[in-house]
């Protein structure tokens, strides 16, 4: 029987998910999180369909059981892909990244021009342009991947000429668009907002999922009766698929805190 006490189950592609979960934690503190990260099989952006959707219902298999009584897809390109699959696979509720982050931009934008950077798998998709244009069919989206930028933040370069470099090159197709809202389809971005903000316009507005996809679950926890009972503060156990020597850098880069509780998994 699923006890209140249950941890939240969050996945992603690598550790950019981390931010999701930091996320949960500050607005639900006395709820549980299981967090796993394939670390072995990113990134998630450059591959099939077909596998993308493998990977991820083997993670949701994991989750449950551990005994999520949730499950959140931290990652853009699986959200896109692999939700659908997901949801039918297992008997909890399943939230994915980008709905939160459709609802925020079209809150958040005041001309009606969005801009969407993300993996390449996540903007060929057009999940975000889609849903967009399905709430608002007026809503001009102009949609830019952006494959680089995961490798930069995972090796922490996130300033510098060349990473400035890129990012010109990047969101140059933003500049003559008149967009006021720019969505960061991917985890990972969030670190490069300071430089995302010097390479635009100061005054777009950057939609970020994490917070977004925090008050969804703060909803639906409410709604289905799953909030935790407890009164302590709730744990953070983190799993990978691989463990590499810049992990823990990493890790509490995207956490701005520590990581102790980290276990490797083979999922292959």
Request: proline content about 5%; hydrophobic content about 40%; some cysteine.
């Given at each position: 029987?699923?006890?209140?006490?249950?941890?939240?189950?969050?996945?992603?592609?690598?550790?950019?998910?981390?931010?999701?979960?930091?996320?949960?934690?500050?607005?639900?503190?006395?709820?549980?999180?299981?967090?796993?990260?394939?670390?072995?099989?990113?990134?998630?952006?450059?591959?099939?369909?077909?596998?993308?959707?493998?990977?991820?219902?083997?993670?949701?298999?994991?989750?449950?059981?551990?005994?999520?009584?949730?499950?959140?897809?931290?990652?853009?390109?699986?959200?896109?892909?692999?939700?659908?699959?997901?949801?039918?696979?297992?008997?909890?509720?399943?939230?994915?990244?980008?709905?939160?982050?459709?609802?925020?931009?079209?809150?958040?934008?005041?001309?009606?021009?969005?801009?969407?950077?993300?993996?390449?798998?996540?903007?060929?998709?057009?999940?975000?342009?889609?849903?967009?244009?399905?709430?608002?069919?007026?809503?001009?989206?102009?949609?830019?991947?952006?494959?680089?930028?995961?490798?930069l933040v995972e090796e922490g370069w996130l300033d510098g000429?060349?990473?400035?470099?890129?990012?010109?090159?990047?969101?140059?197709?933003?500049?003559t668009e008149n967009i006021d809202t720019l969505v960061l389809?991917?985890?990972?971005?969030?670190?490069?907002?300071?430089?995302?903000?010097?390479?635009?316009?100061?005054?777009?507005?950057?939609v970020d999922s994490a917070e977004p996809v925090a008050e969804?679950?703060?909803?639906?926890?409410?709604?289905?009766?799953?909030?935790?009972?407890?009164?302590?503060?709730?744990?953070?156990?983190?799993?990978?698929?691989?463990?590499?020597?810049?992990?823990?850098?990493?890790?509490?880069?995207?956490?701005?805190?520590?990581?102790?509780?980290?276990?490797?998994?083979?999922?292959?």
């Amino acid at each position: 029987m699923m006890m209140n006490t249950n941890p939240i189950g969050i996945f992603d592609s690598g550790l950019g998910g981390l931010t999701v979960a930091k996320a949960i934690q500050k607005l639900l503190p006395h709820e549980s999180v299981i967090y796993f990260g394939d670390t072995a099989r990113l990134p998630y952006g450059n591959k099939s369909p077909k596998i993308i959707k493998k990977y991820s219902l083997q993670i949701a298999d994991f989750l449950i059981s551990k005994g999520a009584k949730i499950i959140v897809i931290a990652c853009n390109t699986a959200s896109a892909l692999a939700l659908n699959e997901v949801q039918k696979h297992v008997k909890v509720p399943v939230v994915g990244v980008i709905d939160p982050g459709v609802k925020a931009a079209i809150h958040a934008t005041r001309n009606k021009h969005i801009g969407v950077i993300g993996t390449v798998a996540t903007i060929r998709s057009k999940e975000y342009e889609n849903r967009i244009k399905a709430t608002d069919h007026t809503m001009t989206v102009i949609s830019q991947p952006c494959p680089l930028f995961v490798p930069l933040v995972e090796e922490g370069w996130l300033d510098g000429s060349i990473t400035k470099a890129i990012a010109n090159i990047y969101l140059e197709p933003f500049k003559t668009e008149n967009i006021d809202t720019l969505v960061l389809g991917c985890t990972h971005y969030p670190l490069l907002k300071p430089l995302l903000i010097s390479q635009t316009n100061q005054k777009i507005v950057l939609v970020d999922s994490a917070e977004p996809v925090a008050e969804k679950i703060f909803d639906l926890l409410k709604t289905s009766k799953l909030q935790s009972n407890s009164h302590k503060n709730g744990t953070l156990s983190c799993y990978i698929s691989d463990f590499f020597s810049q992990f823990k850098t990493i890790a509490e880069r995207f956490l701005e805190g520590p990581i102790a509780d980290v276990t490797t998994v083979d999922l292959l």
